[in-house]
């Protein structure tokens, strides 16, 4: 059974770095696309990066490019999400998903988020 | 404002046909696939539809997904209440080298 488990979420200042994580397992990490999406309280989906099966290619939103990174461990089948500069509108709870294939929205498994609060 | 426009609302008696609107632009759904989710209160999104008009393992055949030029629609034939949800149609857009999502769409059953 694929799961995709995040966490790292907290209350955290503008300003301010935060990384998430997403444990995967029930499935060939490495030979699959990784995503991160958001959802604002109240608000609509955001797509927010894309990581390639082997890391060597990562695409992000506008909306964060420059100030989140996204990375992971094969090794260790995990997914990270490094956010720097944080700000009050990138409130929201954090998503990973898994890509069927890399350049699609193919989302057939989802976490149930982590909850990240910037907020003085 | 989203890159895919949807409409906000929509609404339908059980038993009946709902559409769902879902319009883009030539670098996204004019051509890449379209995806459509559904997400209950409180829960992580479900895949309805996938590319265009695929339905994944254990969705009902009463959701069906369709696309013409830059737009694409979503079907739900004999509504259901348990059918009240937000839906979200996505695709992948070449300009912006990135996934887009359209606003989403709170479904009523009446």
């Known amino acids: 059974e694929v799961q995709l488990v995040e966490s790292g979420g907290v209350v955290v200042q503008p300003g301010g770095s935060l990384t998430l994580s997403c444990a995967a397992s029930g499935f060939t990490f490495d030979d699959y696309a990784m995503h991160w999406v958001r959802q604002a309280p109240g608000k609509g989906l955001e797509w927010v990066s894309l990581?390639?099966?082997?890391?060597?290619?990562?695409y992000y939103a506008d909306s964060v490019k420059g100030r989140f990174t996204t990375s992971r461990d094969n090794s260790k089948n995990s997914l990270y999400l490094q956010m720097n500069s944080l700000r009050p509108e990138d409130t929201a709870l954090y998503h990973c998903?898994?890509?069927?294939?890399?350049?699609?929205?193919?989302?057939?498994?989802w976490g149930q988020g982590t909850l990240v609060t910037v907020s003085s | 404002q989203s890159v895919l426009t949807q409409p906000p609302s929509a609404s339908g008696t059980p038993g009946q046909r709902v559409t769902i609107s879902c319009s883009g632009s030539?670098?996204?759904?004019?051509?890449?696939?379209v995806y459509w989710f559904q997400q209950l209160p409180g829960t992580a999104p479900k895949l309805l539809i996938y590319?265009?008009?695929q339905r994944p393992s254990g969705v009902p055949d009463r959701f069906s997904g369709s696309k013409s030029g830059t737009s694409a629609s979503l079907a739900i034939s004999g509504l259901r209440s348990e059918d009240e949800a937000d839906y979200y149609c996505?695709?992948?857009?070449?300009?912006?080298?990135?996934?887009?999502f359209g606003g989403g769409t709170k479904l009523t059953v009446l």
């Open positions: 996505a695709a992948w857009d070449d300009s912006l080298s990135g996934v887009v």
């Open positions: 590319r265009d008009n």
């Open positions: 998903a898994k890509g069927e294939v890399p350049a699609a929205p193919w989302f057939e498994y």
């Open positions: 990581i390639t099966w082997d890391g060597g290619s990562t």
């Open positions: 030539s670098s996204n759904i004019g051509s890449n696939y």
